[in-house]
């Protein structure tokens, strides 16, 4: 009798284990992880609707997170979609305290601080983006803080020609206007350069009409 009961109990015993593995008892079935095919962790519907050869899905009912992470340092990196998290978003990024770096053909191509600063081509950017290389665009918008109209009001004072002579005959550039020295140190500002040269463009025009003057009254 306990030889013809013992297949029957090895039976059920599978029956169970089964159940477990396919997650039937207590819960219901929200993973898809078949042989081939696309795979879906929390929906047994991945979405392919541009018919990808194989696709991974995490789904979460308002937000859903699928990371890579390593044991040494605790780096972790991740994609993220969130309903409100600062607003209905996709995430790409570190979620541990380290920089991002985007690749292309395993060499680095744009590095993101922690500080917010963003490089491409330094791994060490030091400004809100910094670019090692050149920069081709359609149009700059810069913000200015000021603009030189204040050289056409009576009370500014426009530098006589022999003055202005001798500072340029002293220090080789004209006033308010940087050295080569400073340029090749600092750099160029580009807004405070527009302004700098602006002013000197109205002072010039100041100078012509003043000029004109002279040459009208024949005052030389």
Request: proline fraction near 4%; charged fraction near 20%.
């Amino acid at each position: 009798m306990k030889n013809n009961f013992l297949p029957y109990r090895l039976l059920t015993l599978l029956i169970f284990v089964c159940l477990l593995a396919n997650g039937t008892m207590g819960q219901t079935i929200t993973n898809h992880f078949p042989e081939s095919g696309n795979v879906g962790v929390g929906t047994l519907n991945p979405s392919n609707v541009q018919s990808w050869n194989k696709v991974l899905e995490v789904y979460g009912n308002s937000s859903a997170k699928l990371l890579v992470s390593t044991n040494l340092e605790s780096v972790k990196m991740g994609m993220f979609s969130h309903f409100n998290w600062a607003g209905a978003r996709g995430i790409v990024g570190t979620e541990s305290q380290h920089d991002l770096s985007i690749q292309a053909g395993y060499s680095e191509k744009i590095r993101v601080k922690l500080n917010g600063n963003v490089g491409i081509g330094t791994t060490n950017p030091t400004h809100k983006l910094s670019v090692n290389g050149t920069i081709k665009t359609q149009e700059v918008n810069v913000t200015a803080t000021g603009w030189p109209d204040y050289v056409f009001k009576p009370e500014y004072k426009l530098m006589p020609l022999s003055e202005l002579e001798a500072y340029i005959q002293k220090n080789g550039h004209l006033p308010n206007v940087p050295s080569e020295a400073e340029v090749m140190e600092n750099g160029v500002n580009l807004a405070e350069m527009n302004v700098k040269l602006l002013e000197k463009v109205e002072e010039l025009t100041l100078y012509v009409i003043e000029l004109e003057k002279k040459i009208n009254s024949k005052d030389f």
